[in-house]
Each structure stands twice: as structure tokens, then as C-alpha cells.
């Protein structure tokens, strides 16, 4: 950039940042960050380097960008995190850029609350780090999300107050131990992606299998549905609804510190793990719907014997929540949580709990959505523990994921240096990996990296093998996310473009993950199963996002192998999209995971040999009008793919992610599902579900009365 340029813009912006200190007192704050900046030459020479060096997003309108953005642009103490992104990737370390993030999270004004609010044991394990300490060891599993522990708090303090004033109308029901069943009228709910909300008319706090039974009948009596809702990571209708009754099964706590560590199991709830049968290499293991995912992984870390082989990434998951929607994990061996059940326990329409067994009906049930009834406890065919072997890697991204033949490159995406030598060694290693045991690929928005975690296990695990990610990793990644949590609520934040919000939090995303340029540029990680499944923390804690999946079939080609280039193009594709949007949409993660088939009537991978499991996301506080275009571009994309005959491909979305609203193929998604991609399964589905109510003394009509919501209504009742 010529000096006389640069001149200018400098000038620009002191003048900007000088307007913008003067008319800046209604926001609390931000006034003396801005008037620190200008006040420090040094501060605002790093902010404008910042500025200009990263400019190269929007370097076809330089100055235009200039001119309209950096009025926004003093974000006081962001400074030092931005002038660290201009160093070389390589000089940094995952600890410099926590720590930049925990000098902001302590000192600015803005954030030091935050900071105040955390465990004393976390603050003296971010001040070790701060001052060059070793840092102790935690006593504590790390704090639950922010938003589950608020729920929680208002819903205890609306507790009390209905203990102390109670009403003549209010319900009695009774719990198995004889004490009644907590509840709050009128409570507002809202997912965690806060895109769905709504008002039942009685929350419901239930801990055992008797006070659920009790709860159906007097349902029956006063002719409410019943849905229950776990941690809330569902995106889809799948709740209860404005006037009806919501179910969880979690204990409630309050704490005096936010957020609040989570809990063992506690048995008084409907949270247990218990090995029923042993037969060998597998076993039979039943879990209570209320244990979640973190309870089971410390489970089978301590016992060091039996693992699921495969699981959602994230702990703030119950096994009731998971199992509903079918959700699936990663590896082309593998198929969803619901083709593991061998046992399934719920309370049904007439408030009697029931027990399936029968194989042929669990392909049903097991993933049924919630519509036989409350589960109370699952049966799961679970692995006999071992290690898996991770050697995860950060190339270019056309290595990442290398793009088909002939395929149109993004204008943006760096291809400097890379030969076409290179790019058939990266198909090869790309196919290879995509038949690992685990597979799954990552690019975060405007990144020249993308983020390979794809390995196999071995059978042996070592006994003393450390927990994994350690204290120190499981600590940086959950203090990052909680930070950039707290940082995309930030106002001059959010004023950034959203192409400036998606590369920084990316750049930061990608400095707490582990990896080198290759697998083979560091040295293998042995970690437990069980762990390496839930390789990243406090993924609950990052802000709320907009999620869309959909599970694309892995073709076959006229030889019998399978055809990766439909999922290298449909990766591709959604990366094409997100260059060509201006207004810069995607500002969370591309994600891409590789999975087996299913046995599960409604599952998305059914009839699948293998399944392209592939999700953009975003933050949920992207404006309607920037994200639903662009996600539907991407789904426009995905629903063109087609096989080596030119067969379109049979896509579906994962029923717990965002699909609602949009189009497949001119169709609108929820005529497609019934019309088109569940054509036959539904038949059958309901089949099924109509035979277990009437052998069980109920019908479908009664479960359907008790259990379903408007979209299952919709979808499949209609």
C-alpha cells in the first residue's frame, strides 16, 4: 500500500474514531475504550495496522470498506487479539491467544463481570496461565453453558416463589418417594439456537418413573400434550408447545456462583448407567434418559472398559435428548444412537410404563421422536473400550478437502504453490480418510486452513492413559468459547461485517484446535474412545447459532466403490457460496462428518451405504434476511447432487437441526419429506407405532393425542 494511501486512511480514521468518541455516551463503556485508544498512538497505530493489513477481504472496495466501517471499528481492547492475527500462524501458540482472551476477559470493563462471576478455582487456573504459572489441577468438572444454568436459576427462584404462594387450581403430582412433583406455570422457553419459543402452561421437574406415570394420566384427565426437552439442542419444532406441558428430566441447581459446575450422576433422578449383560466384545449397557453425555464419558473413563462407538462431540447432551431425533457421530462404520438400542422403557398414553424388546419394533421406536411417550431409560449395545489414535491436521484448505475435477475455485480461497501433484496426493489422503473409523472436516469462514480429524482405533488401549483433552487443553478450549461468547454480544462486534465477524472468530477457533500443517507433523495422541469422541469442551458455551444439516447418500460407482466426489462438491459448493455472498452469511463453521447407514425407519442415513453428513452454521443473531438466502442457495446446491447416472440424490435433514421453512427442488421441505424422501417410510413408521400402542392397551390416536406437537402433526399425521 502506497504511503500517500496509507497516509489518508490513517487520517480517516483518527478522525472517525474521534466522531466516534464524541457520540458514543449512551453506550456504557465504550466511550473510555475509545477515548484509550486515541489517547494511545501505539493503540491506535495497532488498531489501524489491523484494519488495514486484514482489509484484503474486502480489497476490491478498500477505501468504500474503509470509509463505511471504520467509524465501528475501535474496539479498545480487541486491539491486541487483532494485532496478534497479523503475525505468522506459526509463531503463535494456542496459550498466546487464550491468554490475549483472558486479559480482555479480566481487565476490560466490559467483560472483567464475567470474569468476577467465575468458580474461584477457574480464576486461579486463568491467572496461572496469565502470569507464566503451571496451572493447578481442577477439582471440578468444568461450568455448564451459561444459558442452561440461567434457565435453571429462574426456574428454581419460580420454585420458590410458587411454593409460597400456592393456587387452588394448582396440580398435585405425585413423585415415586411421596414428595410432589415440581413445576412453574406460564414459564417462557426458548431452545438454545433461540429460534424456537413459546409458553406451555406447566413446566414439569421429573425425577422418577412413577411421577411421569402419574403426570400422563392427570395429562390425559385435563387433555394436555406432553413433550419432554433435554439440554434444548434441537433446532427443529420438536417441544412442547404454547399451552401445553414441558417435561425435563435434569435436576435443578442453584448455584451461587454462574455458571455452575455439572454434576455426578445423581440417582434420585432419572440418571443411572448400569452394564446388564457382558457378552464380550459388547455389551448391554442402560442408561437413564436423564445422564448425559459428560456423565457417561466419566463413566467409561474411570471404569476403562466400555465406550459407545461413536456419540455426539457434545457433553451437554442426554441420552433421552440424543436418541429422539436420531442423532449420529462420525465414522463409515457407523450407524445412528438409535440403531444401538436394544431396549427401550417409557411411560405411555395411559401413563403405564412399558418396555420394548422386540427388534423389529425398536426400528421404530427407537427413534420415534417422542411420540410413544416419555422414555424414561435406554438399553444400548455398546464396544468394548479402546484407543483412538489422533493425529489431527490443519492444510490449506484446498488439501483439506481437495475439489473435484475441473471444479470452478472461489475467487478468495489461496491455491499459491499448490501443484497439481499436490492435489491428487491430497485425494488420495482425503478417500482414505473418509473410511477411517472417525472422519470429520471443519473450515471456518474466509480461513486459507481447514481442519482434519479423521483416525482410526486400536484395540488395546493403555491403562494409564490421561484423560483427553488434559486440564490445561479442556480449560482453553472451554475459557475460549465462553469468551467468544461473550464477545459476538459485544457491541462493536457486532457492528463489524459480518465477513470480518466470521474470519475472527474463525482465526480464533482454529488456535484451539489441535494440529500441524500434516498428521504426520506432530506426534500421535493416544487418548481413551470415549474421550476422543468428545475431543472438544465446551462447545455449549460458544453463542447461540443457526444450524443446518442435511445427510447426503455416498454413491456407488459402476465398480462398486464409493464416490467421494459427490461429497467433495457438495463441501465445495457450500464454500462457493459463502465467497459469493457479500453480506458474508456463514460467520460460525463448515462441518463435515462421514457416517454409515441406519436400520431406523425415520433415520436420514436409511438405505444409505455410506452418508455424507454436512451442516453450515452460523450465529444465531445473523439477520433472517442475510442467513435464510444463502442457506438456501447451499440447500439448492446439495439437493442437485446426483450419482453417476444422473439419478438425484435422496437427500434428508438431520431431524434435530434447522430444515424448516425452506425448499427442496422448488418444493417446500415439508411436502419433500412427505411426498419425497419419507414417501414410504411413513407408511411403515406409523404401521409400527400403531401396532406396539394396541398391544400395549393404547392406539396411535391416544399416543398421538399425548405425545405430538404441530410439526409432527404436519409431517406425519396429515
Not at 489491523?50 to 465501528?72: C, G, M, R, T, Y
Not at 396440580?171 to 438454545?192: C, H, R, Y
Request: with cysteine.
Amino acid at each position: 500500500m502506497g504511503s500517500e494511501l496509507r497516509d489518508r486512511l490513517e487520517q480517516q480514521l483518527e478522525d472517525h474514531l474521534q466522531s466516534l468518541a464524541a457520540n458514543v455516551a449512551p453506550l456504557t463503556g465504550v466511550q473510555p475504550l475509545t477515548l484509550g485508544v486515541i489517547a494511545r498512538p501505539a493503540a491506535r497505530q495497532t488498531l489501524f495496522s489491523s484494519v488495514v493489513d486484514h482489509a484484503e477481504i474486502f480489497k476490491d472496495h478498500l477505501i468504500e470498506w474503509i470509509q463505511e466501517h471504520v467509524p465501528l471499528a475501535p474496539l479498545g481492547p480487541l486491539a491486541d487479539i487483532l494485532s496478534l492475527s497479523q503475525r505468522d500462524d506459526h509463531g503463535l501458540t494456542r496459550k498466546d491467544v487464550v491468554v490475549a482472551l483472558l486479559q480482555l476477559l479480566k481487565t476490560d470493563g466490559y467483560f472483567m463481570k464475567h470474569w468476577l462471576s467465575l468458580p474461584p478455582e477457574i480464576q486461579e487456573f486463568g491467572e496461572a496461565l496469565l502470569h507464566g504459572r503451571d496451572p493447578p489441577d481442577l477439582s471440578q468438572p468444568l461450568p455448564m453453558t451459561t444459558e442452561f444454568h440461567e434457565a435453571q436459576r429462574v426456574l428454581a427462584h419460580r420454585f420458590a416463589m410458587q411454593r409460597r404462594n400456592p393456587q387452588e387450581d394448582d396440580p398435585v403430582i405425585q413423585e415415586g418417594d411421596g414428595t410432589s412433583m415440581q413445576f412453574v406455570k406460564d414459564l417462557p422457553f426458548a431452545n438454545w439456537g433461540t429460534n424456537i419459543k413459546n409458553t406451555p402452561r406447566y413446566t414439569f421437574v421429573a425425577r422418577t418413573v412413577k411421577g411421569i406415570e402419574n403426570l400422563i394420566k392427570w395429562a390425559k384427565e385435563q387433555n394436555y400434550k406432553v413433550r419432554c426437552a433435554g439440554y434444548t439442542h434441537t433446532w427443529s419444532n420438536s417441544y412442547s408447545e404454547t399451552g401445553q406441558i414441558l417435561v425435563t428430566l435434569l435436576p435443578l441447581h442453584e448455584a451461587s456462583t454462574f455458571p455452575s459446575p455439572e454434576p455426578p450422576i445423581n440417582p434420585k433422578y432419572l440418571q443411572s448407567i448400569e452394564v446388564v449383560k457382558d457378552l464380550g466384545d459388547h455389551a448391554h449397557v442402560r442408561i437413564g434418559a436423564g445422564t448425559t453425555n459428560n456423565q457417561f464419558r466419566t463413566w467409561a473413563f474411570e471404569n476403562k472398559t466400555w465406550t459407545l462407538p461413536m456419540n455426539i462431540i457434545m457433553v451437554e447432551i442426554t441420552f433421552g435428548g440424543g436418541n429422539a431425533p436420531i442423532c449420529h457421530g462420525a465414522g463409515i462404520k457407523n450407524t445412528t444412537l438409535s440403531d444401538l438400542v436394544v431396549s427401550l422403557e417409557y411411560v405411555d398414553s395411559n401413563g403405564v410404563s412399558q418396555t420394548l424388546t422386540d427388534q423389529a419394533e425398536l426400528k421404530a421406536a427407537s427413534g420415534c421422536f417422542g411420540l410413544l411417550g416419555i422414555v424414561t431409560a435406554l438399553t444400548l449395545r455398546v464396544d468394548r473400550m479402546s484407543a483412538a489414535v489422533l493425529q489431527p491436521s490443519k492444510p490449506r484448505i484446498a488439501l483439506t478437502v481437495p475439489p473435484p475435477p475441473d471444479y470452478p475455485i472461489p475467487h478468495g480461497v489461496d491455491m499459491k504453490d499448490i501443484t497439481p501433484d499436490d492435489l491428487k496426493k491430497a485425494q488420495v489422503e482425503f478417500e482414505a480418510n473418509c473410511q477411517k473409523d472417525y472422519s470429520e472436516f471443519f473450515w471456518f469462514p474466509y480461513n486459507r486452513r481447514g481442519w482434519i480429524n479423521c483416525w482410526n482405533q486400536s484395540p488395546d488401549p493403555p491403562m494409564n492413559v490421561k484423560t483427553f483433552p488434559g486440564p490445561l487443553d479442556a480449560f482453553i478450549q472451554w475459557i475460549g468459547a465462553y469468551i467468544l461468547r461473550l464477545l459476538t454480544d459485544f457491541p462493536p462486534f457486532t457492528w463489524l461485517p459480518g465477513r470480518a465477524q466470521g474470519w475472527l472468530l474463525g482465526w480464533l477457533a482454529m488456535f484451539q484446535l489441535q494440529g500441524g500443517d500434516s498428521a504426520s507433523s506432530i506426534a500421535p495422541i493416544i487418548a481413551l474412545k470415549s474421550d476422543a469422541l468428545h475431543f472438544q469442551r465446551g462447545v455449549q458455551n460458544f453463542a447461540p447459532v443457526n444450524d443446518m444439516e442435511w445427510e447426503i447418500p455416498i454413491p456407488e460407482k459402476a465398480d462398486g466403490s464409493l464416490d467421494f466426489s459427490v461429497v467433495q462438491r457438495a463441501w465445495w459448493d457450500a464454500i462457493s457460496a459463502t465467497y459469493a455472498d457479500p453480506k458474508g452469511p456463514l460467520r460460525t463453521a463448515l462441518e463435515m462428518r462421514i457416517t454409515g447407514g441406519s436400520d431406523v425407519i425415520m433415520s436420514p442415513q436409511r438405505r444409505n451405504k455410506a452418508t455424507c453428513s454436512i451442516e453450515v452454521l452460523t450465529l444465531a443473531n445473523t439477520p433472517a434476511d442475510v442467513w435464510q438466502p444463502y442457506a438456501q442457495t447451499v440447500l439448492d446446491h446439495w439437493s442437485s447432487l446426483a450419482d453417476s447416472t444422473g439419478a438425484r440424490l435422496l437427500i434428508r435433514p438431520h431431524w434435530a437441526k434447522m430444515w424448516q421453512g425452506y425448499r427442496v427442488r422448488g418444493v417446500a421441505v415439508e411436502r419433500y419429506l412427505k411426498q419425497v424422501a419419507y414417501k414410504d417410510d411413513i407408511p411403515e413408521f406409523k404401521r409400527v407405532l400403531s401396532e406396539i400402542a394396541s398391544r400395549t392397551g393404547g392406539s396411535l390416536d391416544d399416543s398421538r393425542a399425548r405425545f405430538s406437537n404441530s410439526l409432527y402433526d404436519q409431517i406425519l399425521f396429515s
